[in-house]
């Protein structure tokens, strides 16, 4: 158990439709990590935020957005869902703000499927 | 930017060492390599990092040359359950953030 938590494990949408993903770090961690983990893409970096503001910023497409929030738990919302937006959708969280040599504990991860 | 290529997979019998090899040729100054695990519908779990020379915990070794262009996860002598995909981490920098890249990974089969 890394001590990052997602909710849902299992979303079925539909096209169109829009979802809330949300994440709580590990305790004392400040910065978290979206990524999308699909077949054919592998694991991509969505963004990151760190203490409430955004950090980095990766292949996040515009109908997604991301926030965090001041108990530093966060969201990831995807809207006008498409069929190739089903993916596992995973966070992780750091203790600090950036920086290669930061280790990422990842969460169990959110499956979406869109029908 | 540094980018990652490593085997796309490999397959091992139980009981032997796995070196997986990766590939980093235009890593940075500050960047660091960084190694994880990933099981079949697990978030990735960090196994090892290094900057340069070798390093050593209760689970892998890292191998990392003097020009750190490349680097070896060794894990010893392993069991049917490191079968996982195993990915390299080389960090990028972008205008003073991290964009963390993963590549692929190496999906390691381990046999009976």
């Known amino acids: 158990d890394s001590g990052v938590t997602q909710t849902p494990k299992h979303l079925i949408t539909a096209t169109g439709q829009r979802v809330t993903l949300r994440c709580s770090p590990r305790s004392g961690d400040l910065s978290v990590y979206w990524y999308q983990q699909s077949l054919d893409q592998g694991l991509q970096f969505l963004i990151q935020y760190y203490n409430g503001e955004e950090r980095a910023k990766g292949n996040i497409l515009e109908r997604f957005s991301a926030q965090q929030f001041p108990d530093l738990h966060s969201e990831l919302n995807l809207s006008s869902l498409e069929l190739g937006d089903s993916a596992l959708y995973f966070c992780?969280?750091?203790?600090?703000?950036?920086?290669?040599?930061?280790?990422?504990?990842f969460g169990p991860g959110t499956r979406l499927l869109v029908l | 930017l540094a980018k990652t290529t490593q085997p796309i997979s490999m397959d091992s019998y139980e009981g032997q060492e796995v070196n997986i090899t990766c590939s980093h040729n235009?890593?940075?100054?500050?960047?660091?390599i960084t190694w994880y695990q990933q099981f079949p519908s697990q978030g990735p779990r960090f196994i090892i990092q290094g900057y340069k020379t070798k390093v050593t915990n209760e689970v892998a070794s890292l191998f990392i040359p003097a020009d750190r262009k490349s680097s070896t996860l060794s894990l010893p002598r392993v069991s049917l359950s490191d079968t996982a995909v195993y990915y390299c981490l080389v960090g990028e920098g972008s205008g003073g953030s991290y964009i963390p890249t993963f590549g692929r990974g190496t999906s390691l089969i381990v046999h009976p």
């Open positions: 235009n890593i940075a100054t500050n960047d660091y």
């Open positions: 992780a969280s750091s203790s600090e703000a950036s920086g290669p040599q930061e280790t990422q504990y």
